[in-house]
């Protein structure tokens, strides 16, 4: 993927792009599961719950800084790999008909 210099929320802007061009099938199910998972704010977008993961110690003041930015990606992707961990091995765990 690529969206020019690291922003948070150019990649978010990105993946939720992307999400709806799939149907809503590559995010279905995040929010619930950071909900779960880290006890973030059920009432918050995915994007803001894993704000909340990635800095645990309160909203973060705007503008970001760059290391800000990079830290706040690199702490989604770290999500995302969890969560679709998470889906498969669900999947895995599904008994097959046949």
Same mark, same amino acid.
């Given at each position: 993927?690529?969206? =020019? %210099?690291?922003?948070? *929320? /150019?990649?978010?802007?990105? !993946?939720?792009?992307? *999400?709806?061009?799939?149907?809503? $099938?590559?995010?279905?199910?995040? #929010?619930?599961? !950071?909900?779960?998972?880290?006890?973030?704010?059920?009432?918050?977008?995915?994007?803001?719950?894993? /704000?909340?993961?990635?800095? @645990? /110690? =309160? %909203? !973060? +003041?705007? @503008? %970001?800084?760059?290391?800000?930015? #990079?830290? $706040?990606? /690199?702490?989604?992707? +770290? !999500?995302? &790999? &969890?969560?679709?961990?998470?889906? $498969?091995?669900? *999947? *895995? $765990? +599904? @008994?097959?008909?046949?």
């Amino acid at each position: 993927m690529y969206v =020019g %210099r690291i922003n948070y *929320d /150019a990649v978010t802007a990105y !993946l939720n792009g992307y *999400d709806y061009a799939c149907g809503g $099938a590559l995010l279905n199910g995040l #929010r619930q599961w !950071l909900t779960d998972t880290n006890q973030v704010g059920q009432n918050l977008m995915w994007s803001a719950q894993v /704000a909340q993961v990635v800095f @645990p /110690a =309160g %909203r !973060l +003041t705007e @503008p %970001r800084s760059e290391d800000e930015h #990079r830290h $706040a990606v /690199a702490g989604l992707f +770290t !999500l995302l &790999e &969890e969560f679709f961990q998470h889906l $498969a091995d669900r *999947d *895995d $765990a +599904t @008994p097959k008909t046949g």
